[in-house]
């Protein structure tokens, strides 16, 4: 069965230094994967998505995700956090041929002044 | 960009009664929908698949009677909860596949069920 671990349950930045939250996933097939953006009380926002074309993806507000596929893994990355960037963020996989979303447990980023 | 707008974006209920939410997909016609239950500070549980003009097929452990999905139109679906109590209290997010570009999960904004 398909699984995905996000290795951190809270991240802690200060504002202006790099974000990178850490996503594995456990599959058969190099599975497709997400990276969604939760604000309080707000549905999912898409960040960016790969779809086994580059490895390496950028997405919106400057957030971009790297494939590996010897590791396993797809971390987020950020050069410079800001305030803004506050928020969950969800690692998710596409379970092949079964159309459901695979949903990490989230990863809760704080932005601090 | 495809957009899903889910409505209500909150509601307050009497334990006993039923709440309708629904989902709807703006810009593209979509066939398969899905309904997610999230707990606080927990991550999102599929509930069901909902299929349009076809019966939703639920995750093990949803209680088909008591969360009744209908998937009426390709731009349409409706999740009622039916006689509601404080433990249905929830966040409830729908998603749909959005055509374009391909893979594209987009969802809704959410609903916070608040049974008293």
């Known amino acids: 069965a398909q699984s995905v671990t996000q290795l951190d349950s809270h991240v802690s930045v200060s504002e202006g230094t790099p974000v990178l939250l850490r996503c594995n996933y456990s599959?058969?097939?190099?599975?497709?994967l997400f990276w969604y953006v939760q604000h309080p009380n707000k549905g999912l926002q898409l960040l960016l998505k790969?779809?086994?074309?580059?490895?390496l993806v950028k997405g919106i507000n400057g957030f971009e995700a790297e494939f590996k596929k010897s590791e396993t893994s797809f971390h987020l990355t950020k050069p410079s956090a800001h305030m803004s960037d506050a928020a969950e963020y969800f690692c998710?996989?596409?379970?092949?041929?079964?159309?459901?979303?695979?949903f990490g447990t989230g990863t809760r980023l704080l932005v601090s002044p | 960009g495809a957009v899903v707008s889910q409505h209500p974006s909150w509601v307050i209920c009497k334990s006993g009664t039923s709440v309708k939410i629904e989902c709807r997909s703006l810009?593209?016609?979509?066939?398969?929908m899905f309904w997610y239950r999230q707990f606080p500070k927990q991550s999102l549980m599929l509930m069901a698949t909902s299929n349009e003009g076809s019966k939703a097929t639920y995750e093990q452990g949803v209680e088909k009677d008591k969360f009744l999905i209908n998937h009426a139109s390709l731009t349409l679906s409706t999740l009622t909860v039916t006689s509601a109590h404080p433990e249905d209290s929830s966040f409830y997010i729908c998603?749909?596949?959005?055509?374009?570009?391909?893979?594209?999960?987009?969802f809704g904004s959410g609903t916070r069920l608040t049974v008293v």
């Open positions: 998603s749909a596949n959005s055509p374009t570009g391909g893979y594209g999960y987009t």
């Open positions: 790969y779809t086994s074309a580059a490895t």
């Open positions: 599959s058969s097939y190099s599975p497709s």
């Open positions: 998710v996989a596409l379970s092949t041929g079964f159309q459901k979303l695979v």
């Open positions: 810009d593209f016609q979509a066939t398969t």
